[in-house]
């Protein structure tokens, strides 16, 4: 499902990563907790070197967070995907298949792409198309 979303400023703690490189992305989700973020937060990838192979910049974090990094959720169409459920396993799992998918691929614009952490436990994953 391709939905609007408008654009968002979210305040956080960034890295600049690449998927061959968990150990730095385990790390940063690792100090999650000690960020106390109140109600929802985000997983904002963006910056993308080329395409989800290449480096790209991961920040976790809200609209209310005070922290000196942010980026932002461009306003644009995106690809909205539900996660089966909220553990890590499941959202990789959500990735693995959005990774597959030839015909995605062809559409992403990898400008910011999202995990949203919903108040009520769901999570979402929005790639921009």
Known sequence: ??????????????????????????????????????????????NYESNFRGDYDLLIGNEEANYPDSTVIYEGKYVKIPVKQASPEAVGEAWQGIWKDEELEKRRTYKSDVEHYRKDGTVVIYLSV
Request: glycine share 4%.
């Open 1 to 46: 499902m391709t939905i609007q979303l408008s654009e968002k400023t979210i305040k956080g703690k960034k890295i600049r990563t690449s998927n061959q490189r968990v150990e730095e992305i385990v790390a940063l989700w690792s100090e999650v907790p000690a960020m106390k973020l109140e109600g929802e937060f985000f997983a904002v990838y963006s």
